[in-house]
């Protein structure tokens, strides 16, 4: 069997073409969309059989990837991506309870994580159930912004420190520019910084429920637009990014500010809780923690933690967030202390959050099922979102600094990683 006569057996993919040459729906065949001097393309089923026929690829992975669901529900995948051959099933477990005490997101969630990674589930779950037994975590937003970051580039150096005073003196033209395009997003900030002939322009920009790059792009470059016609100082070049705002790409400015949401989560474990669900003391946690950053700065990583991707890779895969984000999204801190009690005082600080409760592929079949179990689907969920994604490393920094204090880190991976 073919993947073509798959398809058929599957079911209608959409709508065909009537006898007459115009689209109608008719069972089993793909709508065709025509073209100038009679040159059809043609679209839905027929398109992703075109492509797999191009790739040569066995039968049973067409078949895997171009199941049933994934052809029938062509229409909805296609608005996120080209090309589109079929669906990639990977793994969802569940994490949790975890108890949040934030400003947004209240209460115990479960929550879904998407990983290829056995032993990872369990881990973070061992944490969340710690820190739900000992009355949640604390967690809150200190911060947000997502920035874009237009260059220009110019024949001198006092052109280019000209330009920058006449771009400030245009601030409020350009934010009204700037807000002009989007319904949601606002403009928070601009810096104009000179560096010998070049210019870079920071627009931070504050998105609400949206991940935002799509937002600030679009803004960004009406900016560039309205700079290049008003401008008395031509520049030679203009550059819709200049690299300078660290879209997914670990960076030290984003470190030490702001990249999406800047949450922060904190826990109190009790002494005895730590030796009961840990196998191991909040000294000796400590101790670990004060080794482990030392030997982040000497390996030069942007912060000291332990796996923050690990977590956000899940919630963000599940969640139809943009997973490239994690690049940017797993820096920052854990620390740990001893309280004089003898309990454990433990945070966790991320500066880059990049979530979204709307747009992207927020609203795809299973990952907006995802965010229903969380009850995060939809406008006005995103501060929520974010403090769950902070929680969420909160319990597996706990759990992963135990495992390792307590020596069950290898053992833990043999029997669960090695279970094939």
Known sequence: MNLSSAIKEQGPAGGGESTAGHPAPVSGKAPVRRLARGVELASGADAIRALWRRTEAPVTAQLEIGDGVSIRRHAVYRRNIENYVGTVKVPVGIVGPLKVNGQFAKGEHMIPLATTEAALIASYNRGAKLLTHAGGCRVRILDQGVSRAPGFVFASMPDAIEFAGWVESQAAAIRQVAEATTRHGQLA????????????????????????????????????????????????????????????????RALQSVRGRKVAAEAILLEAEVAARLHTSPHEMVRYYRMAAVACSMAGTFGTQGHFANG?????????????????????????????????????????????????????????????ILGFSGPGKAPALAEVAAALCLAGEISIVGAICAGEFTRAHQQMARRS
């Open 189 to 252: 900030r601009m810096t104009c910084i000179p560096e010998g002939n070049y210019v870079f322009l920071d627009l931070r920009f504050n998105t609400q429920d949206a991940s935002g790059q799509n937002m600030v792009t679009i803004a960004a470059q009406a900016v560039c637009d309205y700079i290049r016609t008003r401008s008395p100082i031509r520049p030679l070049s203009i550059y819709i990014e200049s690299n300078l705002s660290g879209d997914k790409k670990a960076s030290r």
């Open 312 to 372: 956000l890779a899940g919630l963000y895969l599940a969640c139809g967030q943009d997973v490239a984000c994690v690049a940017e999204s797993a820096i920052g801190h854990t620390r740990f202390d001893v309280l004089p009690g003898g309990d454990l005082y433990c945070s966790v600080t991320l500066p880059g959050v990049m979530v979204a409760t709307v747009g992207g592929g927020t609203g795809l079949p299973s990952q907006k099922a995802c965010l229903d």
